[in-house]
């Protein structure tokens, strides 16, 4: 069964920000980039890696343990040892709250 869970508050994660959150057992990965908020896995399918603590480009998360490569707008892998995507979450802001759609 899936529905929208509260993650933060948006002023919790300004533009430039990101915080890993915890939801039903999942480790997700919430990214502010210019004003726009965006929910992927925060686990590399490559190794595991926390994408959470990569360099973010532009809107490509690069995993800090092997250098795997993820559009954080799409979750499609860009480049590196990683051959497969990450999963994306839908994002809803309500009343300055940021909600997560999750599974």
């Known amino acids: 069964m899936s529905g929208l869970v509260r993650v933060a508050r948006t002023d919790q994660i300004t533009s430039g920000?990101?915080?890993?959150?915890?939801?039903n057992g999942q480790e997700i990965a919430v990214f502010n980039h210019e004003g726009t908020i965006y929910a992927?896995?925060?686990?590399?399918?490559?190794?595991?890696?926390p994408l959470v603590e990569g360099r973010l480009f532009g809107t490509m998360i690069t995993c800090p343990w092997h250098g795997a490569q993820y559009d954080?707008?799409?979750?499609?892998?860009h480049g590196g040892p990683a051959t497969s995507g990450v999963t994306t979450y839908a994002v809803q802001i309500k009343d300055n709250a940021i909600f997560l759609e999750v599974a």
Do not use: K, Y
Not at 17 to 23: D, E, I, S, W
Not at 72 to 77: A, P, V
């Open 72 to 77: 954080i707008t799409t979750g499609l892998c």
């Open 17 to 23: 920000q990101r915080r890993l959150v915890r939801v």
């Open 40 to 49: 992927i896995s925060n686990t590399c399918p490559h190794s595991t890696g």
